[in-house]
């Protein structure tokens, strides 16, 4: 099946309705922010009509938006569909953590990954990946290991081409043997110089990113509203599963700007939603 890239303002414009201006919601001073995977939907699965119809309710009362380690072509395939525009589901989107950000389907500025930290070191890191996962005596090795991105770099050790049973089996191997815990321990050591971070965020992957650039990058688009269009957002909500230290939900769950909601799958996300707005 072949989806829709949002590449630039003609196709940002597709809807599936129309709504009124974010200072004009009951909640003006409120937005809620998601986590993806395990959150709005399984882990790289599809978010359900059941949930894309609470979020567009939710939308009549306040700002919603989503951030994701991710590439928005991922977001698109999970979130969006073949006739509608991610971008338009969401009055903000933070692919990369917001490194890449969307607001109302106009692209804000962004950053590079490779621009902070040099095209040399960047190469660096991706030889040495490589040669540590050639040298990982693990159950399964598929393709694609190293996915390149704006705001950071996302590694697995299995690959990314792995299938979703494989991708769960592996887990279930990581939790005993903790095969991205040490990487990620040998990664740190090795480009200790740089700065970097890493966060463990899906079944069988993990995110490597300069400092600060973790998911609470993406408040200051939020926090920046306040020059577009005079709002303050007194009240900013979070929606994430992987919460624990390491995980990639854990600095914007912890931010003291944010009210941090731990969800343990997309119906308690529902759940939780329904109760707190009485949706």
């Known amino acids: 099946m072949s ?8 196709a940002m414009t597709q809807t599936e309705d129309a709504y009124i201006p974010l200072e004009a919601r009951p909640l003006r001073e409120t937005i809620c922010l998601f986590d993806l995977d395990g959150t709005l939907c399984p882990e790289k699965q599809l978010v359900s009509p059941e949930m894309r119809s609470l979020l567009r309710l939710l939308r009549t ?3 919603i938006g989503y951030v994701s380690g991710g590439p928005i072509l991922k977001q698109q395939q999970q979130a969006g569909s073949p006739s509608v525009s991610v971008i338009s589901r969401f009055d903000f989107c933070f692919p990369e953590n917001g490194a890449t950000a969307f607001r109302l389907g106009a692209p804000l500025p962004g950053s590079s990954f490779v621009k902070e930290i040099g095209e040399e070191n960047y190469k660096r890191l991706v030889n040495w990946v490589l040669k540590y996962i050639a040298d990982l005596d693990i159950p399964i090795k598929r393709g694609t290991f190293v996915e390149f991105r704006h705001g950071n770099v996302n590694i697995s050790p299995i690959g990314q081409g792995a299938t979703h049973a494989e991708m769960e089996d592996f887990q279930k191997y990581d939790e005993v043997y903790g095969v991205r815990k ?10 200790s110089s740089l700065n970097l971070m890493c966060a463990i965020g899906g079944q069988a992957c993990f995110d490597v990113f300069p400092a600060g650039w973790n998911k609470t990058y993406c408040l200051r688009h939020v926090e920046a509203e306040k020059y577009r269009s005079g709002l303050v957002y007194k009240d900013i909500h979070f929606f994430g599963d992987k919460i624990h230290v390491g995980g990639n939900d ?3 769950y912890h931010d003291e700007r944010t009210i941090g909601h731990h969800v343990t799958s997309p119906k308690d996300t529902m759940r939780q939603l329904k109760a707190l707005f009485q949706l």
Do not use: D
Request: glycine content about 0%.
């Open 182 to 191: 040490a990487m990620i321990k040998a990664l740190s050591l090795e480009f």
């Open 3 to 10: 989806w829709p890239m949002p590449e630039r303002h003609a």
């Open 61 to 63: 009362k306040c700002t």
């Open 250 to 252: 854990y600095e914007l």
